[in-house]
T-cell receptor
Framework: RKEVEQDPGPFNVPEGATVAFNCTYS??????FFWYRQDCRKEPKLLMS???SGNEDGRFTAQLNRASQYISLLIRDSKLSDSATYLC?????????????FGRGTSLIVHP | DTAVSQTPKYLVTQMGNDKSIKCEQN?????MYWYKQDSKKFLKIMFS???????INETVPNRFSPKSPDKAHLNLHINSLELGDSAVYFC???????????FGPGTRLTVT
């Protein structure tokens, strides 16, 4: 079983749509959860941290469900510029430290 | 003002050579990382240093040797390069408290 799993997509949505991605993780002792976006041939950029109570940043909402071991990202009113790969990151407990573990990413394409 | 910088951006070399990639961050972060992103875009952590001390070393061949002369720098030296080392290598840094990572622009290594 992969440690951090994401649906690779692509999710192909029209501008203005609402789209949601999920990410599941295998290690229940994980702490610190994040969403990053990566544009083609660029570095990953932090989109938002994910807090236990859920958090929102403009059109983006992130949720954490520890019981079911998944995090989610909701994007409202999609823009063309939202087209990118969205990477889920989980810090997994391992031998006294936490290993940042990336999912393989979910590709989003927003079309006019 | 580049927060995390890497040099070189592109590196083309032959099998068997030794090469180094340099990374510097001016964010005052305590923790620095090296990642490898392969042709399938999977981003995997290789090493992490906290205040010049190695804290993560993830099943990486010992041909790869990180060196951290101070907490703002983390260099990666690779001996006896192999075809399978071709990838994009990303450096990142984070504050110890939040683990929010900031990535450098990447070094695209091609081994021929």
């Amino acid at each position: 079983r992969k440690e951090v799993e994401q649906d690779p997509g692509p999710f192909n949505v029209p501008e203005g749509a609402t789209v949601a991605f999920n990410c599941t993780y295998s290690n229940s002792a994980s702490q610190s959860f994040f969403w990053y976006r990566q544009d083609c041939r660029k570095e990953p950029k932090l989109l938002m941290s994910v807090y236990s109570s859920g958090n929102e940043d403009g059109r983006f909402t992130a949720q954490l469900n520890r019981a079911s071991q998944y995090i989610s990202l909701l994007i409202r009113d999609s823009k063309l510029s939202d087209s990118a790969t969205y990477l889920c990151v989980v810090n997994m407990a391992s031998g006294g430290s936490y290993i940042p573990t990336f999912g393989r990413g979910t590709s989003l394409i927003v079309h006019p | 003002d580049t927060a995390v910088s890497q040099t070189p951006k592109y590196l083309v070399t032959q099998m068997g050579n030794d090469k180094s990639i340099k990374c510097e961050q001016n964010l005052g972060h305590d923790t620095m990382y090296w990642y490898k992103q392969d042709s399938k875009k999977f981003l995997k952590i290789m090493f992490s240093y906290n205040n010049k001390e190695l804290i993560i070393n993830e099943t990486v061949p010992n041909r790869f040797s990180p060196k951290s002369p101070d907490k703002a720098h983390l260099n990666l030296h690779i001996n006896s390069l192999e075809l399978g080392d071709s990838a994009v290598y990303f450096c990142a840094s984070s504050p110890r408290r939040t683990y929010e990572q900031y990535f450098g622009p990447g070094t695209r290594l091609t081994v021929t």
